[in-house]
């Protein structure tokens, strides 16, 4: 707000004393406006910012190839020549880096969009449909959570990695089935969170404001009930995206990620586990990065948390 | 009286209490039991009595907002219970409603314009960013005393009667005949109320409009009503024109409701009707007379065994009581 107002509003005001202030400010503009007061998340959003920016176009800059051996570089701790080092086979680790950044964060984003996609689906249609649908999916829903996942994850990977290689290519097929396997296990919590703000809302009183004016449960829905549901879903949107990441890097490190020569953050990690004492940084970049990205798209979900709650008044 | 406009027979509204191990319905709460009135073209016709006696559930089934159990709801010769899909949607260009909560009826993601403009779109009567549409927001917006400007801005950046006031122009937008007022002042400061009221005053002059004004404030009613329902427990215990009601009351808890009005002025006594007890619960509703538990004239065990019926009992006022006709 400062940078936008005048120095005296009084001289404003006298200036332009009949004219009604045209601008307006939006609820997404008040929510920014309260976001940006939040420390820690504003931190949270630069520095996810600069990975960013480092991963998309780092490797414009730093072109080095990812997988470029050099046996008389092996295990050579960090220097002006290989910022983070090198691994076993002389690769530049920096570089490896930025490239298994865009899939880190590729992943995190994917699979937080096909867990927020579904819950929310299937929260809006159990929270406007009540009754027995919302009965059943909610039955579906709490399955979903009691699975153990871990195993099930493994399973379904061994099950599909090959089906889906030979369909999209290594790369592509792999994306595509960690993504779907993250998210897929990823969207109960949200679909709860939908349905509870669906059972709120559709007793507000500007819903029932809408269908007595004739609205269809359509636009209702679109128009009325999930745009005022959406602030705790961005927010565990967000935490998704953390989550995701952690799990690639897990299913990575568990050697069921991405075929070693795409380096996640998550695989280079696992490839150094072997040489941890006697090339510490090996297993500290990745675990760092991992560390950093997590923990700044946390702050950004709390700051965003406090920024989409109308009942805070900042 | 001409030919109503509306039309309530025997409306009856039971929710449905759920419990018990099995989560099944257990009990009905007896929200609306047996309401009858008329409403004829350009009247305003009261509707009071203490919060939880059907009220505001008298006047959303007349919406279809929530479904009646039982009875009739006639609007200009229509069946109104009987429609469905379509032909439900397009009522809602004859009947209205201004709700009571300011803060809550209005959808804080939306842009007055949207808000006033919205029932434009879903009845086709002008399609968004035309002209037309334009046109018609401004209009309403001035209508009801807000500045065109207004439009572009969000609910939270008004006060309440100045939110009070959208809801209005929503409501208007698609020119009803018809507007079911819930308690529409009631939230409101009393400086306020003044204003919406004779707001609502001048737009039944200026588009011959009817009221169905539902409040807990006898006053407010007294001013704008020509006649004035009395409920008590899902039922109606008198009705009358407002200046019988208000100077002749005959049921003895339509008294009990005037003796309670303060009046402004410290030097007047009067005598003070106060009810014992609390409201019984609607969940069992007392047999009989609804009122009988409560009643200083009750005459046991008539009261307690039979229900009684409106009567007539004087031009145009009707009562429920066995014992005052």
């Known amino acids: ?314 | 009286m001409s030919e109503p406009l509306l039309r309530i027979k025997d409306l009856v509204k039971r929710f449905p209490v759920k419990g018990g191990l099995l989560g099944g319905v257990v009990d009905h709460v007896h929200a609306v039991d047996g309401v009858s009135f008329e409403l004829a073209p350009g009247e305003t016709l009261g509707l009071v009595g203490e919060s939880g006696c059907g009220k505001s559930t008298t006047g959303r089934c007349i919406l279809r907002l929530i479904e009646p159990t039982a009875g009739e709801i006639w609007f200009e010769g229509k069946d109104v219970t009987a429609l469905e899909g379509d032909a439900l949607r397009r009522l809602a260009r004859d009947m209205q409603i201004i709700f009571q909560d300011p803060y809550a009826s209005l959808n804080p993601r939306m842009t007055v314009g949207a808000i006033i403009g919205e029932a434009l779109i879903i009845h086709g009567l002008a399609k968004p960013g035309s002209k037309q549409f334009d046109e018609r927001v401004v209009q309403l917006l001035e209508t009801v005393g807000l500045h065109p400007d207004h439009r572009r801005r969000y609910p939270h950046e008004f006060s309440g009667g100045q939110r009070q006031r959208i809801g209005i122009a929503r409501a208007l937008a698609v020119s009803p005949k018809l507007i079911v007022c819930d308690e529409p002042v009631s939230a409101l400061d009393v400086s306020i109320q003044a204003q919406v009221i004779n707001l609502l005053e001048d737009l039944q002059q200026q588009f011959g409009l009817t009221y169905l004004f539902i409040a807990h404030d006898l006053s407010v009613v007294e001013h704008i009503s020509n006649r004035v329902a009395v409920m008590y427990l899902g039922r109606i215990v008198e009705i009358a024109t407002s200046k019988d009601l208000y100077t002749r009351p005959k049921h003895p808890y339509t008294e009990a409701l005037l003796s309670a009005v303060p009046i402004p002025d410290p030097t007047v006594t009067r005598k003070r009707v106060v009810l014992e007890g609390d409201v019984p619960s609607p969940i069992k509703p007392p047999t009989g007379c609804h009122f009988h538990t409560r009643c200083p004239i009750r005459d046991l065990p008539l009261c307690s065994t039979q229900a009684p019926v409106l009567k007539q009992c004087g031009d145009g006022q009707w009562v429920a009581c066995h014992l005052r006709k």
């Open chain 1, 1 to 314: 707000m400062a940078g936008s107002t005048p120095a005296s509003p009084t001289a404003d005001g006298l200036a332009l004393p009949a004219v009604m202030r045209a601008r307006s400010n939006s609820p997404w503009a008040e929510a920014w406006r309260r976001f940006r007061r939040h420390k820690l998340a504003m931190a949270g959003a630069v520095v996810l910012a600069l990975i960013t920016i480092l991963v998309l176009f780092g490797p414009l800059f730093w072109q080095v190839a990812i997988n470029d051996i050099d046996f008389t570089a092996r295990l050579k701790g960090p220097s002006w020549r290989h910022p983070f080092g090198t691994d076993d086979l002389g690769q530049d680790l920096f570089a490896r880096m930025l490239y298994g950044g865009r899939i880190s964060l590729a992943v995190g984003l994917a699979a937080m969009m096909i867990a927020v996609g579904v819950g929310t689906l299937v929260g809006a249609i159990a929270g406007i449909s009540g009754g027995k649908v919302d009965a059943v999916l909610m039955w579906f829903t709490a399955l979903f959570l009691s699975l153990p996942q871990l195993p099930l994850l493994l399973l379904i990977i061994y099950l599909f990695r090959d089906v889906l290689k030979g369909i999209a290519g290594p790369e592509v097929g792999m994306f595509v089935l960690i993504v779907a396997v993250i998210g897929g296990f990823r969207w109960m919590p949200v679909a709860r969170l939908v349905r509870a703000q669906f059972f709120s809302l559709r007793e507000k009183e500007f819903v029932e404001a809408a269908r007595a004016l004739g609205a269809t449960t359509t636009r209702t829905v679109t128009r009325h009930i999930l745009p005022n549901s959406l602030g705790p879903v961005i927010v565990a949107g967000t935490i998704d995206v953390a989550a995701a990441i952690i799990a690639e890097s897990t299913l990575s490190f568990l050697g069921l990620g991405f075929p070693p020569d795409i380096p996640t953050w998550g695989r280079i990690l696992f490839d150094a586990k072997d040489y941890m004492d006697i090339a510490t940084h090996w297993a500290l970049f990745p675990g760092g990065a991992i560390f950093v990205t997590v923990l700044a798209i946390t702050y950004i979900g709390d700051g965003l948390r406090d920024a989409l709650d109308p009942r805070q008044v900042l």
